[in-house]
């Protein structure tokens, strides 16, 4: 476990979480990254040090903050091209910031194209000593972090051009098995019968969704993405790359094992009692796998269930299409292959934009001449519609594709899969999933611009960032 004031080495080490041996990249020498933890209003001095040397992945590396607002301090965002350069080998990079407004789940993640998928990703909690929530739920234990990841045998430069980009294995804080390989050890979370845990979930995936189940037992949402919501219950959650939860769960049953499933959306990560599974052991319970039935699955997740526990705070006019500025981005595929936003490919520029800003750069066409770079009034209400795209029935193009956004957090106004818009209570996120054409979801967000510098927005699928 880390402090808000550390030193970070980003390494290469040869690891096998789930009994496959491969060289990785790291931060802190493990797989996730070690826990960063720190309290609402700490001052963060992250020093990250760049030891890589394995060319057969990136060596050039960079730290981004996922969820921090980086207020007054986008320079430290951590996005190699956008707000600095990649950190060269034996390099360093000093990230120096406050957070005084946001307390809850984040994590941390390369932000150099698919080296992420090489390993460089963990968990950032940041703890109110004045959280409502704890109150609200006298939870017992809110230590535990649940870190959901898909994981890929090859390197991620060797796979980035073998598209499509099938995961080996699903892992739960850095365990798991794959198909056909040998019984690598689960994760376990242990809980004592009658007692109340606040799980915090990250779905620190590469590109695979999850849907998270723990047999017998129900959770109740309370935080999506660091921002507290109104409780909701449910048996199964569905987490996208990127997002993040916070469920209670009450140690209800008898005492027994219980497994935890989370299945993903690739064909081959499903559960069969060792793949795509961790356990809940109850204190008194043998150690041993358990037998446990799923479900009963009642209690469906539903994203426009989900409101905010303080206010509603939707910026603008309510009503869709009446902010200040009204954009509708259209997700694609070009000839070459590569995803677009309106048609457009993200490339790298040849200076950090940031950079560029700071060198006199006065507009977007200046900064990324390709049209990659939307030009924001400051202190403007934005509202940004994504009607899904296909490719073929059901296959959302590559989707669905979770969109999000620096150096803010956004209202949801209208979700995928339903199709009525709320600006009244929606639930407020950085990451959300723009669902599929076959649902005919046109998922829209809306924002203010209180937070002046050029940010990332992107796809957190980390093959369709680069591609
Ligand atoms: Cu999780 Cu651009 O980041």
């Not at 960063?36 to 990250?48: P, S, T």
């Not at 060797?158 to 690598?184: E, V």
């Not at 950079?355 to 209400?381: C, D, F, H, R, W």
Request: charged share 15%.
């Amino acid at each position: 476990v880390l402090g808000p004031v550390s030193a970070i080495e980003v390494a290469n080490k040869v690891i096998a979480p789930d009994g496959f041996p491969r060289s990785t990249v790291l931060a802190g020498g493990t797989f996730p990254g070690p826990l960063i933890q720190a309290q609402k209003g700490d001052e963060f001095l992250l020093n990250v040090t760049n030891l890589l040397n394995d060319t057969s992945m990136d060596i050039t590396t960079s730290i981004h903050w996922h969820g921090i607002f980086q207020h007054q301090s986008n320079w430290a965002d951590g996005t190699a091209w956008i707000t600095q350069c990649p950190i060269q080998p034996n390099g360093s990079f000093l990230h120096r910031f406050t957070v005084p407004d946001q307390a809850g789940t984040y994590w941390y993640h390369s932000h150099v194209p698919t080296q992420y998928c090489d390993g460089l990703r963990g968990p950032l909690v940041i703890y109110d000593p004045d959280d409502p929530l704890a109150d609200m739920y006298d939870v017992d234990d809110e230590s535990t972090v649940i870190v959901l990841s898909d994981w890929y045998h090859e390197p991620s430069p060797l796979l980035y051009n073998s598209p499509p980009f099938t995961p080996d294995s699903s892992l739960i804080n850095g365990l798991g098995r794959y198909p056909g390989g040998p019984a690598s050890p689960l994760a376990v979370f242990n809980v004592t019968q009658g007692q109340r845990y606040r799980f915090r979930i990250i779905g620190a995936s590469c590109d695979a969704w999850f849907n998270f189940t723990i047999d017998g037992h129900d959770m109740t949402i309370i935080e999506a993405d660091g921002n507290e919501v109104e409780p909701v219950v449910v048996d199964s959650l569905a987490i996208y790359a990127g997002q993040r939860y916070s469920v209670v769960v009450t140690a209800d049953q008898p005492v027994d094992n219980y497994w935890i499933r989370f299945v993903s959306d690739f064909p081959n990560q499903t559960f069969d009692g060792g793949l795509n599974s961790a356990i809940l052991r109850y204190n008194g319970a043998p150690i041993q796998d358990p037998t446990t039935d799923p479900g009963p699955y009642v209690l469906p997740f539903d994203e426009s269930a989900l409101h905010p526990l303080q206010g509603s705070g939707v910026p603008g006019i309510p009503g869709q299409g009446n902010a200040d500025v009204n954009i509708n981005l259209i997700t694609g595929l070009n000839a070459a292959g590569l995803f677009t936003v309106d048609g457009v490919s993200f490339v790298d520029p040849p200076l950090p934009v940031l950079l560029q800003i700071l060198s006199g750069a006065q507009n977007a066409s200046q900064l990324l001449p390709n049209g990659s770079v939307y030009e924001l009034p400051a202190n403007k209400t934005i509202e940004i519609s994504f009607p899904a795209t296909d490719l073929n029935p059901g296959g959302a193009l590559g989707g669905p594709h979770p969109m999000h956004l620096h150096g803010h957090a956004f209202d949801v106004v209208r979700v995928a899969g339903n199709s009525t818009y709320n600006y009244i209570n929606p639930v407020r996120r950085d990451t959300v999933s723009i669902g599929s054409q076959a649902q005919n979801d046109n998922v829209t967000i809306r924002f203010s611009t209180n937070n002046p510098g050029p940010w990332f927005f992107h796809c957190h699928i980390d093959w369709h960032l680069h591609r």
